[in-house]
């Protein structure tokens, strides 16, 4: 299960599920674009299912994974990578479209892990990836909602790796370790990084190691993703 698979790093982790042979239930607002995605899937032999809807919406974000949980059953691994980056100050941001941005991040992430939690206990066990950023560490100047929902996202990873151990789930959030080319990344970064940002396909090696993973394996950790390799933080 991906959200934010319609297009940048979520598109590519679909794509590396797919060719590991992996069934896909993939979740994104973009309607049109997400169809798309799976439809390419399917046509190179893949297994996917697109269902779109709004992340920020609570009712919205449940009738989605019941949707995946009740046509595919029992996800191996479930990636919260959907986000939203805006960049606005703390006076130009009003409560709405706070919360809206935060709801994507942080809500999505506890809803979708709320709704699989049994359904993995049950079938003894499964992995959890949330997405990390330097954002989710350190400050950044216009990162009102964005920096604060990712932190935690952090914080929820870290409980929840507890909380995951009798039910042998693991949970680890992934943080891209080289600047990746995608469409927020267009908007956000610098010219500067822009120069060195690669395909955000080099990085799924991480999380095919992941959705491998359990409460035996790897659990609890910030997990960053290089081309082709990741390494393991312990949490701070
Ligand atoms: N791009 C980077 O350099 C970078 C760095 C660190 C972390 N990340 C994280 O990686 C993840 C993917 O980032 P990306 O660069 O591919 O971003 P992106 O903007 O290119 O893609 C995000 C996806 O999330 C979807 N989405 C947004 N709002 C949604 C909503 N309300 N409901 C459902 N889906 C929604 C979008 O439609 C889009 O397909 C994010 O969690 C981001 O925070 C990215």
Known sequence: MVTGAAQGLGYAIAHAYAAEGMRLALIDVQAERLARVAAEINAEGGDALAIPADLSDADATCSAINRALDVLGVPRVLVHNAAVLVERSLLETSLSEWQRDVNIILQAAFLLAQ?????????????????????????????????????????????????????????????????????????????????????????????????????????????????????????T
């Not at 952090?154 to 009798?166: D, H, V, W, Y």
């Not at 039910?167 to 267009?186: D, R, Y």
């Not at 690669?198 to 910030?222: C, E, Y």
């Open 115 to 235: 709704a699989v939690w049994i359904p993995m206990t049950e079938a003894g066990g499964g992995s959890i990836v949330l997405l990390s950023s330097a954002s989710s560490l350190r400050g950044f100047a216009g990162e009102i909602a964005y920096c604060p929902a990712k932190h935690g996202q952090e914080g929820l990873m870290k409980t929840l790796a507890i909380e995951g151990r009798p039910s042998n789930i693991a949970v680890n959030t992934v943080a891209p370790g080289v600047p990746i080319h995608t469409p927020m990344s267009e908007r956000s970064y610098t010219e500067e990084l822009k120069e060195d940002w690669l395909d955000p396909a080099l990085i799924t090696p991480a999380f095919i190691f992941l959705a491998r993973q359990d409460a035996s394996g790897v659990t609890g950790q910030r997990v960053i993703a290089k081309a082709g390799e990741w390494q393991l933080t312990l949490p």
